[in-house]
C-alpha cells in the first residue's frame, strides 16, 4: 500500500509475482505439463498416451482456478477520498476504471481484499499493515472481515 504526500489517496498493488503468473498463466502451465510428461516418460517408463492423461489431470485443476478467478484481479487500486471515487486498473484489456464510494456494496477484508460492486467482484491483496487498512476501508463502504472478526 502506499501513500501520497496529501495522505487521502491509497493505492494497493498486487504483488509481481502474482501478476506474472496470472499474465503469462497459459506459457507456465504449457511449460509445467511439458516437464511433467517427459519426466513421467523417463522415470517411469509409460507410455507418452498415459504420460499425457496423467499430467492433464495434474493441469486442469489449474486452469479450472484460472478461469474462475483469473478475471477478479486488478494490478492496483486507488482510493480517492477528497473525490470518494475509487479506480481499478488491469492489464489485460479492460484497462482502467472508476466508480464511486457508494457503488461498492461491500468489501471483503480476507487474504485478498474484494470489492463488491453490483454483479462484479474485484480482489487485490491484502496488504501487511491489516489494522491501519481496516480503518481506512471502514470509512469506504461496509467490511466483512470473515475470520478476521478481532481486528
Excluded: W
Aim: aromatic share 16%.
Amino acid at each position: 500500500m502506499t501513500d501520497s504526500v496529501n495522505k487521502r489517496t491509497y493505492t494497493f498493488f498486487m504483488p509481481g509475482e502474482e501478476r506474472i503468473c496470472l499474465n503469462h498463466f497459459h506459457a507456465i502451465t504449457i511449460a509445467i505439463l511439458l516437464i511433467l510428461i517427459s519426466f513421467q516418460i523417463v522415470t517411469s517408463e509409460t507410455t507418452v498416451k498415459d504420460a499425457i492423461v496423467i499430467g492433464l489431470i495434474f493441469i486442469l485443476p489449474f486452469y479450472f482456478v484460472y478461469f474462475v478467478f483469473g478475471k477478479r484481479f486488478a494490478d492496483s487500486v486507488t482510493l480517492d477520498f477528497d473525490a470518494h471515487k475509487v479506480r481499478f486498473s488491469f492489464s489485460d484489456e479492460r484497462g482502467s476504471f472508476e466508480r464511486d464510494f457508494q457503488d461498492i456494496k461491500k468489501i471483503n477484508f480476507r487474504f485478498y481484499l474484494t470489492f463488491v460492486i453490483d454483479n462484479a467482484k474485484i480482489m487485490v491483496k491484502r496488504p501487511h499493515n491489516k489494522k491501519q487498512v481496516f480503518q481506512m476501508l471502514k470509512k469506504v463502504s461496509m467490511i466483512d472481515t470473515g475470520m478476521f472478526g478481532g481486528l
